[in-house]
């Protein structure tokens, strides 16, 4: 590993954590490894066959970091090996790049979730495939506010999106860093937006429904919802 830490040591130490979490507070989880998208193919093949030694603790695999300049195409081969493996396959596009880095990750990249997608508004052939598909859209309105995506949080289209039928839900986004959990991107969005209950409960609706829990245990939380 480049700065000197095995992978067995990283993830087995997050995963020992989110047990605690669950047996001290409840809290379930399920892990998504992300490939960092600035780097290249081959050497996220490495980390790739190290993955596969720890399917008992991973569940899909994911791109991230710097979108511009580093296409979804660009890890075609990556993640078609990934879902051979068995993978889920999920990825960043359309927070800061265009509209047709989604189009990549659904074509080429098969993914079952676009994480941001906030772009697709400019693409209505998109729009209605999204629609039509009902793929999740994991907007993180804080982190995309702090990313200069949108100038101030009255601006984002969370509500255009939604407006659409779009499968779309507030995230956090490390929030630690971009100064925001997801209650607070949640609250924060609902007072800037101007959003109706009914808009908030739609979108805490669909965070179930585009998880990878199982169909029993969404349906339960959806029932308490309505």
């Known amino acids: 590993m480049p700065r000197g830490v095995r992978f067995e040591i990283i993830i087995n130490g997050i995963y020992k954590a989110l047990k605690k979490a669950e047996k001290d507070f409840g809290i379930t989880s ?42 979804p195409k660009k890890f075609k081969k990556l993640f078609e090996e990934a879902i051979k493996e068995g993978f889920l396959t999920v990825a960043h596009a ?17 993914v079952k979730r676009i994480d941001h997608g906030v772009q697709c508004l400019k693409d209505e052939k998109l729009v209605n495939k999204l629609k039509d598909s009902q793929i999740p859209l994991t907007v993180c309105p804080l982190s995309n506010v702090k990313l200069c995506v949108f100038d101030k949080l009255e601006n984002h289209n969370l509500k255009l999106m939604l407006d659409k039928g779009l499968n779309v839900m507030v995230n956090s986004d490390d929030p630690a860093y971009f100064g925001g959990y997801l ?44």
Request: hydrophobic share 35%.
């Open 30 to 71: 399920k892990i998504i490894m992300c490939f960092l998208r600035h780097l290249d193919e081959d050497s996220c093949f490495e980390v790739l066959k190290e993955a596969c030694n720890h399917k008992d603790k991973i569940i899909g695999v994911g791109l991230d970091s710097s979108e511009k300049g580093n296409p």
């Open 183 to 226: 209650n607070k991107n949640l609250i924060e969005t609902s007072m800037a937006l101007n959003l109706k209950l009914d808009e908030v409960k739609i979108l805490i609706e669909n965070s179930f429904k585009a998880s990878f829990l199982d169909q029993r245990i969404k349906d339960e939380w959806i029932k308490k919802i309505n």
């Open 94 to 110: 359309g927070e800061e790049g265009p509209p047709e880095y989604i189009w990549d990750s659904l074509d080429q990249l098969k």
